[in-house]
T-cell receptor, first 115, second 113 residues
Framework: DVKVTQSSRYLVKRTGEKVFLECVQDMDHENMFWYRQDPGLGLRLIYF???????EKGDIPEGYSVSREKKERFSLILESASTNQTSMYLCASSLPGDTPAYEQYFGPGTRLTVT | DQQVKQNSPSLSVQEGRISILNCDYTNSMFDYFLWYKKYPAEGPTFLISISSIKDKNEDGRFTVFLNKSAKHLSLHIVPSQPGDSAVYFCAASESTGFQKLVFGTGTRLLVSP
């Protein structure tokens, strides 16, 4: 059974703190993604990675960075958390050119609250 | 700029009836489309997809229709069941790109017994 796990389901942090969100997949997928989900805005892509140590900006990368040191692990970093980063964060993975193509497998999400 | 739009934030349907969820897109380069279902406190799960070379794809109770000229796709669920109550996201991608998915804003479906 495919599995994407995220380190925390709920997280509360203070403004200005450095925050690490961890994601691990056990499917040997090359591609990994970080999204945030907000009411009325759907899922928006923050960063993605198509290989170890490779990263690409998504649609809303400002205020975030990522790290991919191992194939199975993709970390999202909030360098200095702000209240507008309060959101549900979702990690996903996929195989390139997989069949069905582009299908992404999601983790359960981390609900982050920044106070 | 919302490239994928789901104009209905919510939809209520009675059990056994048809649910129709709609999605519009603006980018003519999109050639692969997917629907995901999301229950509360869970990540989205893949439901069904369609390539732009087709206009219909069916999987059990779920059928996706694609109208390329109108840049419109719809998801039909027949018959609807209470367990189908969830948020449904449509997503689109370009085959020439990195396989990034662009998601719509979601439609919350409520199927009542």
């Amino acid at each position: 059974d495919v599995k994407v796990t995220q380190s925390s389901r709920y997280l509360v942090k203070r403004t200005g703190e450095k925050v690490f969100l961890e994601c691990v997949q056990d499917m040997d997928h090359e591609n990994m993604f970080w999204y945030r989900q907000d009411p009325g805005l759907g899922l928006r892509l923050i960063y993605f990675s198509y290989d170890v140590k490779m990263k690409e900006k998504g649609d809303i990368p400002e205020g975030y960075s990522v790290s991919r040191e191992k194939k199975e692990r993709f970390s999202l970093i909030l360098e200095s958390a702000s209240t507008n980063q309060t959101s549900m964060y979702l990690c996903a993975s996929s195989l390139p050119g997989d069949t069905p193509a582009y299908e992404q497998y999601f983790g359960p999400g981390t609900r982050l609250t920044v106070t | 700029d919302q490239q994928v739009k789901q104009n209905s934030p919510s939809l209520s349907v009675q059990e056994g009836r048809i649910s129709i969820l709609n999605c519009d897109y603006t980018n003519s380069m999109f050639d692969y489309f997917l629907w995901y279902k999301k229950y509360p406190a869970e990540g989205p799960t893949f439901l069904i997809s369609i390539s732009s070379i087709k206009d219909k794809n069916e999987d059990g109770r779920f059928t996706v229709f694609l109208n390329k000229s109108a840049k419109h796709l719809s998801l039909h669920i027949v018959p609807s069941q209470p367990g189908d109550s969830a948020v449904y996201f449509c997503a689109a991608s370009e085959s020439t790109g990195f396989q990034k998915l662009v998601f719509g804003t979601g439609t919350r479906l409520l199927v009542s017994p």
